[in-house]
């Protein structure tokens, strides 16, 4: 496709209606306020100071050490000259300051969250960032708080609390601030949690609305306005009539990943996590709503469409990966569509006003699935790897999917979409899961181990008017960080191994890369300081579920650690250490 | 004084004596052997690539992160183009390839230290790093043991225990191999240890030999050859007989310092630490032979010479700074000296062979003595700055010294010794000691604050000729890093609140500087890669003594807290967070 075909939503352009005023749609302003960059989340920036023909010279301008370990997933936010940085639980949030050489300290903010809370996380005890609106900084605790905090002082303006550690639920997740609300959502598929996304007033912290992810049409907030596009998403109460019993109460479905916002169509869109437990025999039926992505209001939460990605999921295929809005010319016409790449390793592209599949197909290697049939929405799954008592081999992708939680960018320039992704395969060994409130209740046993080619990550570039794929990265470890495009022509990314890469944005030709301390699997952001330079920025700190067996000091010979991750990443500590230092670059 | 009157020992210049053969004595070869860079300690580098012309483009080539955030105060040393990083507890020692790009881990040799030994550690969990020798590296563990370990393949050879952390003994100390000894000291003259320094078989780790500081003359290694230059010094037992009934035997005089080598002279140099308790009052008597410098033959370990630098210390004057040998030409004959900062401010210039003291004039503000006599080389102290069972204010400098163990520099092309130290004062409470075997024995409330002009650090260019400083550049913080010179005329050191910085030797001008991530307490190092580029590297994490506010995450509002020390830096944790990650410089 040609640049002219594709239209970015979120006014990156400057010729964005004026209607998108709140800050989030500014046009390119140089920040970076929220962790995806925009409403529409792209992660795409206008600033081109940074291309092919001088990122070699590109260079450490300063770092910054969080003094924590564990795995560092946040992107750093960028507004007002001050870049604001949350860690791994204890959960600090750093304002550094821009204006002054070497970026000093302007406050800390602790939230003092409970050491517990350590002991409910599945996969590392990381958050994924924060939000910037209206002069506060919103963001969650792995205890189960959300709480702004004013971006000048530094001072707590207000702290909510959304769920209870004792149940098995954390909060991992960077909100999004939309039409007033804090929306944040909660973690704990492995432990039976019940899973729900929320919409908090900016102002108040008060709770707006919750809408759960399963249980009666009530509790998901669909009502009469909730039209989805498939016969199958269209019954009473399938978040209970889907499940046996009442196991719906314990069956996951968290908000835990990425929302996006299109102030036009005033629609926000998130994916619903994996069923619980990942024995999927104890669960027969769809398990409505898990897997799922919903279209909601934000200022109430409720429910407009909703489509089930993988009904009855077996193989942990969360549905909680980016949504990017875009509006792209397909088969002839313009549309708004969402571009989701999903853990079973589909890219969707769907409308984003109907929820209508426009096409499904595989953006990284997989065999779990035979085809998504755009007619009746069903993804046709293939019996032999489906899950149960049993043990089953060779299931492509494994748990953590063609993808995880790490989030791809799009360029207008390109019309590419970048998706850092994974390359695993994985046995399965279905056992009872016995529920007992906040401890793991997944009822398998997993070995994972490289994919085809012996590689574990890829970072790929995607023409989703096309469907298919134009260029691949391969990376020894799974590609657990974010990616962020420039209109410098230039996609940066950081990998397991310590790596911060340029590559062009075109062919994925590598143009530039710098070893940093530890393994990355942070968000990269760019910004324009206040002497008019633009930067770029990371946090290096290898950690989550992929970097657990180093983050968590693992011990990598029990293969079944982290959920069977460390058996594909015994080798990872020979290859980067425990860190926690965030990177900003410049040119010279 | 004129560059052409010094002369440097330790064959930094390439017309050294071919006698001088070992590796730590070769011609500039472009490696870091040893913590101090050489036999003579000089921690001067031939190496001229980086320069004032071209300092200012200086940037990171590369960086590693230990994984741990407690004080980092290793040399990193570089042989054979492997770079060689011990950590803090739990005292990991990597070796990372410098032939590849971003220097991947070769391999990471873990001695498995007690957790226990972290809990008498006096003063944060540091490690001052390793010595390379014969294939080997040789290094300390906090738990009391020396390990020798292949520098290829990370095997251990040997490890030796050394003590019993449970009397509350650890050891902090970088070794220095001379003559086949592995030569350590141990730390813990605030628990009541008795000190000493020892001999091992650098083949085996057989111990050869223990000096005590304190006992009779036979524990002391006090024989026949013992030849001390000042009548003080001259009697029989005079490590039993100036200490109360039998306190020598928990008198501290650890060796937990620096010690350097005169391959000619075949001595090797070290000073005492404290005696113990801090109140003085408890230990009436000179308490030989802490606080003092010993000449010693590294086969053996005996005595040659002794010279107490504060008889019967009352501010926790320890005798271990670092020992730089020089020959000089003072008062019109070429001399060969030592020169020792000590904790007490003042600057020796001893003559080495001898013990006798040439010159020893404050380089930094002090009102604790008045002069030290050059004919009987007694110190005449201030009876109002004494402590004992009462409260003295306006101590200067406090317990850690006009410097503690941050290691100065010597360059042969200015002649000035670079000195990086301290600017406190202190308040000192004197009360009872109670000892019990592995518990903190004191004695002493004390509270430190900034000195004159309320900066707590310098960095001064000394003229050890005629005994005066030439530039001072002051710090907001104590100077704990070492500092680092070279033929490129650039004298390198770190700051706690994170900046590394190139000045200009021979006035102090500040030519570069990079923020790192952390505060830096770490030493400098200066090797030629394999790529024939000079590259510098420091370890950024604040901690230590003077950083313990941070790394200990001590409660600043406890002034005593730190022995003290945090109550002077309640204001480090705005300025630094806790870190732990190696820095590597070169040109573009």
Redesign the interface.
């Known amino acids: 496709m040609s640049f002219s075909k594709s239209r970015i939503l979120g006014c990156v352009f400057v010729f964005c209606a004026p209607a998108l005023a709140q800050i989030q749609n500014q046009a390119e302003d140089g920040q970076w306020p929220m962790a995806a960059k925009n409403f529409a989340s792209t992660r795409f920036s206008a600033l081109d100071q940074i291309n092919a023909a001088n990122v070699g ?1 590109l ?2 301008a ?8 564990r795995g560092q997933e946040a992107a750093p936010l960028v507004v007002n000259n001050t870049m604001y940085v949350v860690t791994p639980w204890p959960n600090l949030l ?1 304002a550094l300051d821009l204006t002054q ?5 302007k406050w ?1 903010y602790s939230p003092h969250p409970s050491a517990s809370a350590q002991g409910v996380a599945c996969c590392d005890v990381v958050n994924r960032g924060a939000a910037y609106f209206n002069g506060r900084i919103y963001y969650n605790t792995l205890d189960m708080h959300t709480v702004a905090v004013d971006a000048v002082t530094g001072k707590e303006v207000w702290k909510t609390t959304l769920g209870d550690i004792n149940s098995g639920e954390s909060m991992t997740m960077a909100p999004l601030v939309a039409k007033g609300r804090v929306i944040v959502g909660n973690s704990g598929g492995e432990l039976g949690v019940r899973g729900w996304l929320a919409g908090l007033d900016a102002a108040t912290g008060a709770i707006a609305w919750r809408a759960y992810a399963a249980g009666p049409d009530k509790d998901v907030l669909i009502g009469p306005n909730f039209k989805p596009f498939y016969q199958a998403d269209r019954a009473e109460d399938l978040g209970t009539k889907t499940w046996p019993g009442e196991s719906w109460k314990i069956g996951g479905g968290g908000g835990w990943g990425w929302i996006s916002y299109d102030p036009d169509l005033d629609l926000i869109y998130y994916g619903t996590a994996n069923p619980g437990p990942w024995n999927s025999e104890q669960r027969p039926g769809d398990n409505k709503w898990t897997c799922t992505l919903f279209a909601r209001r934000p200022e109430n939460g409720e429910a407009i469409w909703a489509y089930q990605l993988n009904p009855h999921d077996e193989q942990d295929y969360d549905g909680v990966n980016e949504n990017i809005l875009v509006d792209l010319t397909i088969g002839g016409r313009l549309r708004k569509v969402l571009l989701h790449p999903d853990r079973n390793a589909r890219m969707y592209v769907i409308d984003r006003a109907t929820g209508e599949v426009l096409s499904a197909e595989p953006f990284a290697h997989q065999n779990t699935t035979e085809s998504v049939d755009l007619k009746t929405g069903r993804i046709k799954t293939v019996p032999a790897k489906g899950t149960g008592f049993k043990t089953v081999r060779d299931i492509c992708p494994a748990a953590p999917g063609g993808k995880d939680w790490q989030p791809s960018s799009f360029s207008p320039q390109t019309g590419l979409m970048y998706i850092p992704h994974n390359n695993l395969c994985m046995e399965f060994e279905g056992v009872q899961a016995n529920y007992i409130a906040g401890t793991p209740y997944v009822g398998a046993n997993v070995r994972m181990y490289p994919g085809p080619g012996g590689h574990r990550g890829e970072v790929s570039a995607w023409d989703p008017v096309n469907a298919k794929t134009i260029w691949t990265a391969k990376e020894m470890f799974p590609a657990w960080s974010g990616t962020v495009v420039t209109a410098g022509g230039l996609l940066f990314y950081g990998t397991m ?3 911060f890469k340029a590559v062009d944005a075109r062919n994925g030709r590598l143009l530039w890369q ?5 393994g990355i699997i942070g968000q990269p952001v760019t910004y324009k300081g206040p002497d008019g330079k633009q930067y770029m920025a990371v946090l ?2 290898v950690g989550g579920w992929a970097g657990a067996v ?1 983050s968590g000091g693992l011990n990598a010979k029990d293969g079944t650690a982290a959920l069977g991750f460390a058996n594909a990443m015994a080798d990872l ?11 900003v670059f410049s040119l ?1």
Do not use: C, E, N, Q
Not at 101 to 105: D, F, K, L, Q, Y
């Open positions: 010279t260079k450490v300063w770092t910054f050490s969080t003094g924590l370990t750093y050489p070497g970026a000093p300290v800390t191994d310590g790596w710098f070893k940093t301390g530890s290096s700190g180093v500590p020979k290859y980067t250490t425990k860190g926690g230092t965030l990177y010279p």
